[in-house]
């Protein structure tokens, strides 16, 4: 038996992205957007409201990252997204978030977060979808494996659950994927 619940913006996982963006005076500036991801091959997409100074930021410097929020970060990375630079213009730094820029696009990495896709700016849709072109993804060596590769485990990303309005931890792997399903015969 299932239940129906309606119309509901509920899917599982959502990331916690936090977006970085510098204003005209190139102050940083961070966002939490539970609502993006990869739009297509090297492109992300990020659904912003107009009144956001990340929305302004991002269509003056046409630049922004994407880094994911940690199970260490979740304190300043939930902060970003309650707190608004327009009223706070300084809330980077009250979060206690530090930023590098980047090599490739006029916006900061957040140091932070140990893992930043750095984008250039597309497009923003008349419905508030912004497109941006991944230009280079970065980590820090601490969440790389002994292979140089990003470890999912070591980079502790958190969830968002749109349903409770909770945060959880990413969890443990399960199987593998373009694999698993060979099983099946």
């Known amino acids: ?20 963006t510098y204003d005209e005076n190139g102050t940083p500036n961070a966002m939490n957007a539970a609502w993006g991801g990869i739009y297509d091959t090297g492109l992300v997409m990020l659904c912003l409201a107009d009144e956001h ?15 994911f929020a940690t199970v260490k970060t979740v304190v300043p990375c939930d902060n970003v997204g309650i707190v608004s630079a327009n009223d706070v213009p300084d809330k980077f730094a009250k ?6 820029k980047s090599e490739f696009v006029n916006a900061p990495i957040i140091d932070e977060l140990p893992m930043s896709v750095e984008c250039e700016l597309l497009k923003f849709n008349e419905d508030g979808i912004c497109i941006g072109r991944i230009v ?12 140089g590769a990003i470890d ?34």
Do not use: C
């Open 53 to 67: 100074k990340t929305t302004e930021n991002i269509k003056k410097s046409k630049a922004f990252t994407v880094s």
């Open 136 to 147: 280079n993804v970065s980590a820090d060596e601490s969440i790389l494996d002994e292979k």
């Open 95 to 100: 979060a206690g978030f530090h930023a590098t």
């Open 1 to 20: 038996m299932r239940k129906n619940f309606g119309s509901k913006t509920w899917l599982y996982p959502m990331p916690v992205l936090i977006v970085g």
């Open 152 to 185: 999912a485990e070591k980079l502790d990303p958190i969830i968002y659950d749109s349903v409770s309005h909770a945060y959880w931890s990413f969890g443990q792997r399960v199987g593998r994927a373009f694999s698993d399903g060979k099983k099946i015969k």
